[in-house]
């Protein structure tokens, strides 16, 4: 069903072997950081109940079955509402929630209609919050990419959060949107927020952003203006800042890369490297389950792809 998938063009009789933008790429680009800002925010409470948020953002983040996050995760999701009922303007508040809507609404909402409502409130949350931290993203939506791109000269590191949250909880709206050529319109828009926040945000996030600038890179063949080269680069780039830790930056640069270019051989090796690899790593172990999961099941269509 995806556009992304079509507007590969790929011959016929062949699968896309998914939508290009996998619940794997936004679980590691969006559930760490908003399991991690709704640590900080329970600094709001009690030193007590902030350690205790800490450790159930650590557990969820370390859990080994995916499907006991799916069904508690709303549950943090009515709790970062019910803060912003008490203090609707707070940005950390506002990130934390942006991250999560997006994240939980690509990665467990099986149902469109519920993704779309979970993403669009979650692009409403990361707005708002990059809008009171930047006044001028306010405007963004009004303005043309030259005037965009323009505007971005005035991040600093400072928004370095908003940012982020914004440009993922965009994304995650544009998949759930990607029947919608008004969503998919905003896709340079990400892109160049994506490469601002690479200039003024810190090291923590870096990996993920790059598999996704190599998601967005390799979205296109060549003859459609994609730059498979380019993108390429940004997911050797995440696999390096991460140590290989990170199992979604190689599946995502098996599905983007390798399969846009019929390179079976770099296909199945990444691929096997995901599953042979031990997905137990701190901060890492839910997103590196859902990697393995999604490269068996990858696997298993390449005869029929390639």
Request: negative net charge; proline residues 5%.
């Amino acid at each position: 069903m995806s556009v992304f998938c079509d507007m590969r063009t790929l011959p016929a009789g062949r699968s896309s072997g998914g939508s290009r933008w996998s619940g794997v790429a936004f679980a590691s680009l969006a559930l760490a950081p908003a399991l991690v800002l709704i640590g900080g925010c329970a600094s709001l409470m009690s030193s007590a109940a902030s350690g205790m948020a800490e450790n159930l953002s650590a557990a969820m983040l370390n859990q080994t079955d995916p499907e006991t996050v799916r069904d508690g995760a709303p549950s943090y999701m009515l709790l970062l509402d019910s803060f912003l009922e008490g203090s609707p303007d707070d940005p950390a508040l506002l990130s934390a929630a942006a991250n999560l809507y997006a994240s939980y609404g690509s990665v467990f909402a099986d149902d469109p209609a519920r993704a779309a409502r979970l993403t669009e409130r979650g692009r409403e949350y990361g707005a708002k919050a990059l809008c009171l931290a930047y006044r001028e993203s306010c405007n963004w939506p009004a303005m043309t990419f030259a005037q965009f791109e323009a505007s971005l000269e005035g991040l600093s590191s400072r928004h370095a959060e908003p940012v982020y949250s914004y440009s993922v909880a965009s994304l995650a709206w544009i998949r759930s949107h990607s029947d919608d050529w008004n969503a998919l319109a905003e896709l340079p828009k990400m892109e160049a927020l994506l490469d601002r926040y690479l200039e003024i945000g810190g090291s923590e996030m870096r990996g993920n952003v790059y598999t996704y600038l190599g998601i967005l890179a390799t979205l296109r063949p060549p003859a459609l203006g994609g730059e498979p080269e380019k993108g390429k680069g940004y997911f050797e780039r995440a696999i390096e800042l991460t140590d290989g830790r990170d199992l979604s930056a190689k599946v995502e640069y098996a599905r983007g890369y390798a399969r846009l270019l019929y390179e079976r051989e770099l296909h199945d090796r990444l691929l096997n490297e995901v599953i042979a690899a031990d997905p137990h790593e701190p901060g890492l172990t839910l997103t590196n389950v859902l990697a393995q999961r999604d490269a068996a099941r990858l696997l298993e269509d390449a005869d029929d792809y390639f």
